[in-house]
């Protein structure tokens, strides 16, 4: 299947894409004045930023699949903000924890980020997050050059972290952070050649040097 | 910000909040569910307001209604020895906040779950190494006993902390009825097994994958302690479903999930009983679960806890942890010459 995208219709698509993004904070107000937060609201309302920040980064997954099997490559260009709102929920999520859970307490910050496993992957994660974004202007995608694919290649492995650190954090109830990894991983094997590349490229220059020998 | 600086001991005036400042309170919590300034706003008028700009007053109320018509007034004495000098947590926090995995794994489950649960008539069973071996009608039991009020700060396992009046008798008394043998070493304990009743028990989904019955343990000076409470109510009434009605242990020193609900079974044996959480995942959950700032939950750290006082986004503080959550002076005797990181 192909499909036609004109400028227009790209515009249109990002614009809904924005409201689409809006909505789960324009429900959170909602949701607290009808109950839908527990009388602690802290823990579920880290939770709730989390999910969305990892389900709009497998959105954002899933453009380039999109756009390849619909060979329309002006989608790629909704990727961006895509991206950019999961970076948003991400730091929601972060702020919460780290302003209403454990109210700027710094030394204990800095501690369970080196104690605990999954604090450690969620802040790497998240600095994986902040780097693509700090990243994601134009003008410092061309003077990148081919550097800004390598460093956004880094994408992949949030993909991997983030549900292995939502795996870490729950006490019970690790169905959801199981199907957030298959779907991940699922998205990863689609672009398996490409994830593998390097690693054949190795694997080739190895054998050269062999024979060379 | 520690608060907690005398001795149990000491009293202090206006302990409980009067029921009608509760009501209203929840009211408002509930109106508010943000939690934004809930203190500030006192007069019933401002969570009208607040009502009108986020949602639907209806719910709001029903809920509230619910809860209350599943509670009774009772009739309790004060002793000076058990008032604690720190505001008791909002009722309608403490009644909507629970785990208890038997009616959802969510924290607001067994208040939305639990409002049908049948708690008479009930029955407690005492067995094992007794003399005497009882049933006890509960609700009759109830009648002849004193009921005391002991505020009681509570420490969940999760960091968190909350202060609730809870009314109850010592643990210790309804033991002694049955006369333990000399070979009563231990005292398991058990929750209702009603799958018909108790949805997380018929879906392993909606239970947390524990296994069910519920069962906790202590040994028996623990039990013996005259901390230990069973608890049949909390805030001046008859303890709502969610928060173990009829019959609960409270364990200030130790984490909540010590405090077993709606129990109805106790079994004193020669052997430490198997504790749910603890099968569960016994790196995480020892036996004994005495609140201790000093180790460290696999997760996350037990050296302070976040205070939910009145709920709500903004609604609670951190303050360091206290070993045995503040009553040291009462239990570390049970515990000399144990090592409490290994007996955590």
Known sequence: ?213 | MLIYNKKKSHLSENQVTPESVYLQRRQILQGLGLGLGAAALSAPASAGLFDALLGSKETKEQGAKEVIASTEPLTFSQPKAYQLDIAPTAEGVATTYNNFYEFGADKSDPARYAQQFKTKPWTITISGEVEHPQTIDVWAWLEKQQLEERIYRHRCVEAWSMVIPWLGVPLSSIIKAAKPTSKAKYVAFETLYDPKQMRGQSSRFVGGGIEYPYVEGLRLDEAMHPLALLAVGMYGKTLPPQNGAPVRLVLPWKYGFKGIKSIVNIHLTDKQPPTTWNKLASYEYGFYANVNPKVDHPRWSQATERVIAEGGLFGSGRQPTLMFNGYEDEVASLYQGMDLRKFY
């Not at chain 1, 790209?10 to 009388?39: D, M, Q, Y």
């Not at chain 1, 930023?49 to 453009?63: E, H, T």
């Not at chain 1, 929601?92 to 710094?106: F, I, K, N, R, S």
Request: hydrophobic share 55%; net charge positive; with cysteine.
């Open chain 1, 1 to 213: 299947m192909r499909i036609k995208l004109s400028p227009k219709k790209i515009t249109g698509l990002k614009i809904l894409l924005h409201l689409a993004a809006i909505l789960p904070l324009v429900w959170l107000p909602w949701a607290f004045s009808v109950g839908r937060f527990s009388a602690d609201p802290i823990p579920e309302l880290i939770q709730y930023f989390g999910d969305w920040a990892l389900r709009i980064l497998l959105l954002s997954l899933c453009v380039s699949p999109l756009a390849k099997a619909l060979k329309s490559a002006p989608l790629i260009k909704v990727r961006r903000l895509i991206g950019l709102w999961s970076f948003a929920y991400a730091s929601l999520h972060l702020l919460v924890w780290l302003w209403l859970d454990l109210q700027w307490g710094w030394s204990l910050i800095g501690s369970e980020i080196i104690k605990r496993g999954f604090v450690t992957l969620g802040m790497l994660s998240w600095l994986i997050l902040l780097l693509l974004s700090l990243t994601s202007l134009q003008k410092i995608q061309r003077r990148l050059g081919r550097y800004w694919q390598r460093l956004h290649n880094w994408v992949y492995l949030a993909a991997v972290l983030i549900p292995i650190h939502y795996w870490w954090a729950v006490k019970s109830g690790w169905i959801q952070p199981l199907i957030y990894l298959l779907l991940s991983l699922s998205l990863l094997w689609w672009r398996r050649d490409k994830l593998l590349r390097p690693l054949k490229g190795l694997f080739k220059r190895q054998t050269s040097s062999t024979k060379r020998r």
